[in-house]
């Protein structure tokens, strides 16, 4: 069981690693294939199917031992006090961490709970990805907010498999219907 949670562990820090650097500045391209504003908000059916796997999670974490040594998601963090282009990068390394803890739980029985959510998740992330800005060729590291939220999400794989699924379940709704709805508005997002 133990080596079962450092291979999954090691997985997800591996998966974190290779990501590339973070624009820095507002980017010159424009926003081709972009068209999140479907996701403003989500069906009542989609919605369901999150409460079912957040209960779902909630109980086999009342089961876990498990404490983290900080908030990955502090409730000061606010995608509106990002600017509109910087809104998708840090929606995207949450929902990527998201996909990645949830793709790895170790509880076989929440499997047929989290097969719709993952789908979901899964349609948005690949959406998101047509917003994320290309990658600037001056200056690749992130500064202010953004730079802050990108690392605590980057250092996320070196909490226990336990936190980052007490973590990762407690912000699910926060995902979901406010950062996800203020990536979706774009500039209406204040």
């Not at 010159?28 to 069906?43: E, Y």
Request: aromatic share 4%; glycine share 4%; proline share 6%.
């Amino acid at each position: 069981m133990a080596t079962a949670r450092v291979l999954v562990l090691v997985t997800v820090v591996l998966g974190l690693t290779r990501a590339g650097p973070v624009p820095t500045s507002k980017p010159t391209t424009t926003r081709r294939g972009c068209h999140m504003d479907r996701f403003q908000s989500l069906s009542p059916r989609e919605l369901e199917a999150f409460k079912k796997t957040k209960d779902a999670l909630e109980e086999s974490l009342s089961w876990k031992n498990w404490s983290c040594s900080s908030r990955l998601f502090p409730r000061s963090r606010d995608l509106r006090l990002l600017q509109a282009w910087e809104r998708p990068v840090a929606l995207e390394a949450e929902l990527d961490l998201t996909l990645k803890v949830l793709e790895n739980m170790t509880d076989s029985s929440l499997g047929v709970t989290l097969d719709q959510p993952l789908r979901t998740l899964h349609h948005i992330h690949s959406e998101l990805q047509a917003c994320v800005p290309a990658q600037p060729t001056a200056d690749p590291r992130p500064h202010g907010r953004l730079h802050h939220w990108l690392h605590r999400l980057q250092k996320a794989p070196k909490e226990s498999q336990g936190c980052l699924e007490a973590s990762i379940t407690f912000n699910l709704f926060r995902l979901l219907t406010r950062d996800l709805k203020c990536v979706a508005s774009r500039d209406l997002c204040v």
